[in-house]
């Protein structure tokens, strides 16, 4: 019979003695996030700076994903939790720093690297996890309507 092929966890990578490492990275990189938008602003007063969110990396719901994303179902509800840190330090930021924060999480619900529709490659694509050109369309339009 042909066993499934499954790849061990990572979690354990991250979490160790009550600590996890991602959500402190998380936190770490947020002074330099600000620095980044402060800087922006500084330089181009004038502009509309505009931070845009990750979008969906892994299926919304569930701890499945498919051939291609190479992730064990354990880890799959860990790493979209990380992937909702990160995009709720970015909105937070955005709004310390009065810059517009653009949701491209939400709207690529759906569009996941699984999905028929994806609008970022898979793990085994080239580039891995980056966007496709539907994503980059999607997300280019997601901008320009915060944008007025």
Same mark, same amino acid.
Not at 44 to 70: D, F, I, N, Q
């Given at each position: 019979?042909?066993?499934?092929?499954?790849?061990?966890?990572?979690?354990?990578?991250?979490?160790?003695?009550?600590?996890?490492?991602?959500?402190?990275?998380?936190?770490?990189?947020?002074?330099?996030?600000?620095?980044?938008?402060?800087?922006?602003?500084?330089?181009?007063?004038?502009?509309?700076?505009?931070?845009?969110?990750? $979008?969906? *990396?892994? #299926?919304?719901?569930?701890?499945? %994903?498919? &051939? =291609?994303?190479?992730? @064990?179902?354990?880890?799959?509800?860990?790493?979209?939790?990380?992937?909702?840190?990160?995009?709720?330090?970015?909105?937070?930021?955005?709004?310390?720093?009065?810059?517009?924060?653009?949701?491209?999480?939400?709207?690529?619900?759906?569009?996941?690297?699984?999905?028929?529709?994806?609008?970022?490659?898979?793990?085994?694509?080239? $580039?891995? *996890?980056? #966007?496709?050109?539907?994503?980059? %369309?999607? &997300? =280019?339009?997601?901008? @320009?309507?915060?944008?007025?």
């Amino acid at each position: 019979s042909k066993k499934a092929l499954t790849f061990g966890t990572c979690k354990g990578d991250y979490v160790k003695g009550g600590v996890d490492s991602l959500s402190a990275r998380i936190t770490t990189i947020r002074p330099k996030i600000d620095q980044v938008l402060a800087a922006a602003k500084a330089r181009a007063p004038e502009a509309r700076v505009v931070l845009y969110g990750y $979008p969906t *990396l892994l #299926p919304m719901t569930g701890s499945t %994903t498919c &051939t =291609g994303m190479t992730f @064990a179902s354990s880890d799959v509800p860990y790493l979209r939790s990380k992937q909702a840190e990160l995009n709720t330090m970015l909105k937070a930021a955005s709004s310390s720093a009065k810059v517009t924060y653009v949701d491209v999480y939400g709207p690529s619900a759906g569009h996941d690297p699984c999905s028929s529709s994806a609008w970022v490659n898979r793990v085994i694509d080239l $580039p891995p *996890l980056h #966007p496709t050109k539907a994503g980059q %369309t999607a &997300t =280019g339009n997601l901008i @320009a309507d915060a944008l007025g």
